[in-house]
T-cell receptor, first 116, second 109 residues
Framework: GAGVSQSPSNKVTEKGKDVELRCDPI?????LYWYRQRLGQGLEFLIY????????KSGLPSDRFSAERTGESVSTLTIQRTQQEDSAVYLC??????????????FGPGTRLTVL | KNEVEQSPQNLTAQEGEFITINCSYS?????LHWLQQHPGGGIVSLFM?????KKHGRLIATINIQEKHSSLHITASHPRDSAVYIC???????????WGAGTKLIIKP
């Protein structure tokens, strides 16, 4: 079956532009996570969606970052007025059930964002 | 102090060697994950543990809840095992994952 997909796979943008990243979770997965991995660093939690509940945005680094998810489907991560420090691989993951369960996370291939 | 500590940070070994990567954590968890990240960046979940031991092929993962420690073992290591291995824990109190810094493993032929 299809796994988690993300688009675009690569995005190069100029400083100050807005970008939108997309994640399609595995069908039926209720929980969706966004992470960021800067070059040479570990994964950094950004935001978490669980069904129709209010998302946990506590990991978003600034108000330039926002994310949306409609129900249990596609999610978009938007970065406004991009800065060079936003350059990273943005990873999306989904799990079948609510967080706190012991489900393994299924990761997408990531979007590599480069801000010039 | 980081809530999830991995050791070693870097490990280089010869093909065929038995590999052990360690993970210690200081928080209450509901589960511990071992993940593998290849140089191309793709991440694969290897194991999710809440107790005991799991085995998949040449990979073995163990966890000791009382000692707050987990190990990932690779038997008969092979150059294709070269990757970054990441330990992450699911907090008992909420849904976040806390990640270790990773262990970069290089297996030489």
């Amino acid at each position: 079956g299809a796994g988690v997909s993300q688009s675009p796979s690569n995005k190069v943008t100029e400083k100050g532009k807005d970008v939108e990243l997309r994640c399609d979770p595995i069908s039926g997965h209720t929980a969706l996570y966004w992470y960021r991995q800067r070059l040479g660093q570990g994964l950094e939690f950004l935001i978490y969606f669980q069904g129709n509940s209010a998302p946990d945005k506590s990991g978003l680094p600034s108000d330039r970052f926002s994310a949306e998810r409609t129900g249990e489907s596609v999610s978009t991560l938007t970065i406004q007025r991009t800065q060079q420090e936003d350059s990273a691989v943005y990873l999306c993951a989904s799990t079948p059930r609510r967080a706190g369960s012991t489900d393994t996370q299924y990761f997408g291939p990531g979007t590599r964002l480069t801000v010039l | 102090k980081n809530e999830v500590e991995q050791s070693p940070q870097n490990l280089t070994a010869q093909e065929g060697e038995f590999i052990t990567i360690n993970c210690s954590y200081s928080v209450g968890i509901s589960a511990l994950h071992w993940l593998q990240q290849h140089p191309g960046g793709g991440i694969v979940s290897l194991f999710m543990l809440s107790s005991g031991k799991k085995k998949h092929g040449r990979l073995i993962a163990t966890i000791n809840i009382q000692e707050k420690h987990s190990s990932l073992h690779i038997t008969a290591s092979h150059p294709r095992d070269s990757a970054v291995y990441i330990c992450a824990v699911s907090l008992r109190s909420n849904y976040q994952l806390i990640w270790g810094a990773g262990t970069k493993l290089i297996i030489k032929p």
